[in-house]
């Protein structure tokens, strides 16, 4: 008998969702004779049962279309708002399972969306996970799909935003998503010659920053691009924000998790604005002048590059097949170029951060880039 495919997406939307969603449909179709329903709005809308067929038709002239057909939330099972109250809703999910007579359930997200899709696997679905986010934090796989284009759209407002730094003499600072992984500020950084980058793998001394820029000013230079992070942070803020992770981690009780969690909460509101005092700071220091430039969701919009439309093509036909195979409870990792499934447990809550010795760092020391240190 043939197969029946439940597929959602869930956490942030990122290029390259749809082009996903085509590779795995249309080869669990075309191949193996496979039924494949969306549902839409992520575990939400499995909750609620909102599905629709994705036959042919629907498959078609969406490779190149930014954005997820399925519509995506941020919801959990296990923690769900239904009418202002936070529910557990696994359950109602494990029924629609059945009652659709899936045989497979197919989650396209990034970490958070790892944890959640393990969780189903404990209650005994047949779950296969495909990585995506722009900030390509998901552990084991070498990248995830949403990454390269979000990393052109960043280079290239590096390079614009080069005209008026130098036009006007000018710092700018230009924040850079990426939640608390620097690759993509990083990685923009690099390609589009920024003079400091600031990720939160290095938290950095904003007088070593303000000193490298007064350093370019000596030899002439009189604009600075400094990339940054959005999760970057001054080394004080940093061994704040780790102490209050260390006790959400391990703590004495469930009165001291509790509070670590208000208290995280407390400290990422505080810090949202980061940018605008850091570039306030460099004013002061450099006694240049200093604007921000914040790139926000533009990261995440728009058609998919076609490394992204071929990393999502390979992975999403490999998933179909390993649905096939019946093998289930796996993410779908790049590894060295290939599509090689890993179990669940090893990926949940595996951050994929910028190890210290990772050549990118070493390739901007090298051509003088300041990394905040
Ligand atoms: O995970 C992708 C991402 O764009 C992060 O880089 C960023 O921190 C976050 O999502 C923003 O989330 P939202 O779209 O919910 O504001």
Redesign the pocket.
């Known amino acids: 008998m043939s197969k029946h495919i439940g597929i959602l997406t869930a956490?942030?939307d990122s290029p390259g969702l749809n082009a996903t969603i085509r590779g795995v449909g249309k080869c669990a179709q075309g191949q193996y004779g496979m039924q494949i329903t969306g549902f839409k709005d992520g575990f939400k809308g499995l909750t609620e049962n909102r599905s629709f067929r994705l036959d042919g038709d629907v498959l078609s002239g969406i490779l190149t279309v930014g954005g997820t057909i399925l519509g995506t939330s941020?919801d959990k099972p296990h923690r769900m708002n239904i009418g202002g109250k936070v529910r557990d809703m696994t359950d109602v999910i494990v029924e629609n399972y059945h009652a659709n007579h899936l045989d497979a359930l197919v989650c396209l997200g990034?970490g958070g969306t790892q944890k959640n899709a393990l969780k189903l696997m404990e209650k005994g679905l047949n779950i296969i996970t495909l990585p995506k986010?722009?900030?390509n934090d998901v552990g084991i796989t070498d990248t995830t799909f949403g990454f390269d284009t979000a990393l052109g759209i960043a280079t290239d407002a590096i390079d614009r935003l080069h005209s008026t730094a130098h036009s006007h003499h000018r710092i700018i600072v230009v924040e850079i998503?990426?939640?608390r992984a620097g690759w993509l500020a990083l990685g923009a950084g690099i390609a589009g010659g920024a003079d400091v980058i600031l990720t939160p793998e290095i938290p950095y001394n904003i007088n070593q920053v303000a000193e490298a820029i007064t350093q370019r000013l000596r030899k002439g230079k009189s604009f600075s691009i400094v990339a940054v992070a959005?999760g970057a942070l001054p080394i004080e803020d940093a061994a704040k924000l780790k102490a209050l992770e260390k006790k959400k981690l391990n703590p004495k009780d469930k009165q001291e998790k509790k509070q670590a969690k208000i208290d995280i909460a407390a400290f990422e509101k505080e810090h949202a604005e980061h940018t605008f005092t850091l570039s306030r700071q460099l004013e002061e220091l450099t006694g240049l002048e200093s604007r921000v430039t914040i790139l926000g969701?533009l990261q995440?919009g728009g058609t998919p590059s076609a490394a992204d439309r071929i990393l999502a093509t390979h992975l999403g036909t490999a998933c179909a097949t390993l649905v096939q195979q019946c093998q289930f409870g796996v993410m779908v990792a790049s590894i060295n170029g290939k599509a090689e499934p890993v179990p669940l447990e090893k990926v949940a809550g595996n951050k994929k951060l910028v190890p210290k010795d990772h050549p990118w760092l070493i390739t901007a020391r090298q051509v003088d880039t300041n990394l905040g240190n």
Do not use: A, L, W
Request: charged residues 30%.
């Open positions: 956490g942030g941020r990034g986010t722009i900030d998503m990426g939640h959005e969701h995440r």
